[in-house]
């Protein structure tokens, strides 16, 4: 199979704290404690998984088509592409893996198009070849996803899956710890990149009688077809300058 959905954990022992005990003193001791944990925590999954980049997205309602998406950080531009890229589509390995609360393990992009056909296409657009998100969750509490690519293909080795997922398990904590000072369903700290996207749905739920998900879906659906990033569109409906028809 060339995309592979873990369904459970590595089971937990001995190995596994041992990754766990070794990937806290790496970022314990990376001499770089003025950086927000969330950054130094992206810079080790890079090295740890060899990967290309890596992102870190929030969602505060996983699997629901008006999820409120939140970009934490970006270790490049592609990586802020590929995020921006599954929230105007809807779809792609960051979203199955918070939904799935499992690993979305993608070696090759080239030859798996039918899964998330339009985030496929868009990433092997930015030259991207495969991709492997890691879930942000505790228990049945879900936060987002560890989003990583690389430019070349090919599988992470068991331990680099171990890796991954105790790497997501510290990007939890340290979101738990930056939220320690706000109200629990505050994420306005974190800089988002798409709080024109909900303005500019607030906008055309009003100016078409329809509800907030079928307003996010039509502005979605007209970025798509028009091959702008969804921010963009968000961005001219807000300052209106576009106004969807009712049919777009």
Known sequence: MVV????????EGPAMQDHRLRLRALLAGDGNRASPALARICALAVSELAVTGVGVTLLDQPGALDARQQLARATDAVAA?????QFTLGEGPGRESVIT??????????????????????????????????????????LGSLDCY???AGSLSHQQVSNGL????????????AVTDHAPDDLGWISDIHVEVHQASGIVMHQQG???REALMRIRAFAYAHELPLAVVAGR?????????ADE
């Open 166 to 177: 105790v790497l997501a398990e510290l990007a939890f904590e340290a979101v738990l710890a």
């Open 81 to 85: 592409q590929l995020e921006d890229l």
């Open 101 to 142: 609360g499992a690993p979305v393990l993608v070696p090759d992009l080239a030859v798996a198009g039918t899964r998330w056909p339009a985030f496929t296409s868009g990433a092997r657009t930015a030259g991207v070849a495969a991709v492997f998100s890691f879930p942000l969750q505790l228990g049945t509490i879900g």
């Open 150 to 152: 690389r430019m070349s």
């Open 210 to 212: 329809i509800n907030m």
């Open 237 to 245: 409906i807000v300052d209106r300058r576009l106004t969807l028809d």
């Open 4 to 11: 592979v959905v873990v369904r459970r954990r590595p089971t």
